[in-house]
């Protein structure tokens, strides 16, 4: 006898709910990195490290963040299909355009940096969990982290955690420790909002 649950299937996302998704995550994730950019902090994977150019050279964060994302396509291809890369692809682009043009439209002179590290990360955590749960990542080791959640068991948040730890170490390098810090403390809020709201057959519907 199969111990497999019956019930019915799970209730696959429409166009239209991906789409809508799609923009609703990269705008939550787009104004915790004009947080981060304001108290020059900085987040982890693809886009930590795209700030951490930033902060160095001058280069602007959206032309990196889309640069350096452009190797994981291949990955995404291959273990995640091409529906999830189209989306990924798409939401790099999303967040490379709004990275430039958030701060047209909202105005942020000035933001205590422990508020945008908390609300900075939360916001953060927020959109990318509305990306995950409609398959759709924002490239580089998000990618990697949906990939070993998905085949492997392993939580994406608790991944994501380690790899925004190295970032942080090189960091150290650029930015002034107490930025570092917290920065450090807006990774685990970030990655924490994913730990707890992100787990394998906890949310049913697909893509």
């Known amino acids: 006898m199969s111990n497999t649950p019956s019930g019915p299937a799970p209730e696959r996302h429409s166009f239209v709910e ?47 963040f889309w640069l350096i994302n452009l190797p994981f396509y291949v990955l995404a291809w291959l273990r995640m299909g091409p529906a999830f890369t189209l989306r990924t692809f798409i939401a790099v682009g999303l967040i490379s355009a709004l990275s430039r043009l958030t701060p047209m439209w909202i105005d942020v002179a000035s933001i205590a940096p422990l508020y945008a590290a908390l609300a900075g990360g939360a916001l953060q955590g927020i959109g990318l969990l509305i990306l995950f749960r409609h398959r759709t990542g924002l490239g580089g080791f998000n990618i990697l982290a949906l990939y070993l959640q998905e085949r492997h068991g392993i939580r994406a948040g608790w991944f994501q955690l380690g790899v925004d730890g190295a970032i942080m170490a090189v960091a150290l390098m650029v930015l002034p420790w107490p930025n570092v810090a917290l920065s450090v403390l807006g990774a685990v809020v970030l990655n924490v909002t994913l730990g707890l709201n992100h787990k394998p057959g906890r949310y049913m519907a697909v893509s």
């Open 18 to 64: 991906d789409a809508i998704a799609l923009v609703m995550g990269t705008v939550f994730v787009a104004l915790g990195l004009v947080f981060y950019q304001e108290a020059r902090l900085l987040t982890g994977s693809s886009a930590g490290i795209a700030l951490l150019v930033q902060y160095a050279t001058g280069t602007p964060f959206g032309l990196t």
